[in-house]
């Protein structure tokens, strides 16, 4: 096993929009960053280079958050190259906005494989895995606040996550170890952006009282404020980062 200088974080999802900002803002801040992607190799494999061009360590694992297995190999590849696991990123997720109505059962299935039965994967590896003192971030949406139509599988998706969130911290009692959730309101990605008109986009700008669009930075900030000894006595929390909007 590699001698660990710096601690390890594995960021999943994290080859492009927010995940690939949380790398960097990880790898900026000494951690060691396991990059992980089920299909942008291209993108993870350009930010792997990006950073360890600026001096930091980086390795890029493809693997299906929603297959315990691929999850299993994520973990052991992280702790032979880099280290043993101080921080876990669940920023995996997948949205597609359709009335319920409209779901295909196969719709259905992947929302929860991703973002639900993802995040329990990686939980449940984490729990025997994870150095004492470490920091679990899971990511849910502030759309569970809105119950905007079309988001109800999203949404029952991501609550699953909160609930996840709030009873595996005391699970792990006795471990120093946190468990939170970050939840975004809209945030300018790509995901995001893509198949909204401009006044579509506008319009989900000014909902909330600051009057933008949240950017990934925002949001990286917050995870890496979490996962610092400054958020230390924050455990079991669902922070919703929305400039106010719920």
């Known amino acids: 096993m590699t001698s660990q200088t710096s601690k390890v974080a594995i960021v999943t999802g994290a080859s492009r929009g927010i995940g ?19 299909s ?34 994520l973990f052991e590849q992280t702790e032979t190259q880099l280290g043993k696991v101080d921080v876990l990123v669940n920023n995996a997720g997948i949205l597609k906005v359709l009335p319920l109505a409209q779901h295909s059962d196969e719709l259905f299935e992947q929302t929860f494989a991703i973002n639900t039965r993802g995040t329990f994967n990686t939980l449940r590896e984490a729990a025997t895995r994870l150095n004492t003192g470490g920091r679990i971030v899971n990511f849910s949406s502030s759309t569970v606040g809105l ?20 009873v595996f911290a005391k699970e792990l009692r006795g471990r120093s170890i946190t468990v939170n959730a970050v ?36 949001i990286a900030g917050i ?24």
């Open 40 to 73: 942008s190799a291209a993108e993870a494999s350009a930010l792997v280079v990006e950073l360890r061009q600026a001096g930091h360590r980086a390795i890029a694992i493809k693997a299906d958050v929603a297959n315990a297995d691929d999850v299993r190999r």
């Open 147 to 166: 119950n905007l139509p079309g988001y109800a599988v999203y949404i029952a998706s991501k609550a699953a996550v909160e609930s996840l969130t709030q």
């Open 20 to 38: 690939a900002v949380i790398a960097r803002q990880l790898a900026s801040e000494g951690f060691a960053v396991a990059i992980n992607y089920a």
């Open 183 to 218: 939840a975004p309101g809209p945030v300018a990605t790509e995901l995001f952006l893509h198949g909204k008109s401009e006044e579509q986009i506008q319009n989900f700008a000014k909902m909330p009282p600051l009057e933008r669009l949240g950017q990934p930075e925002d």
């Open 223 to 246: 995870v890496a404020f979490l996962v610092s000894p400054a958020a230390a006595w924050v455990n079991g929390q669902i922070l919703r980062a929305n400039g106010g909007l719920v």
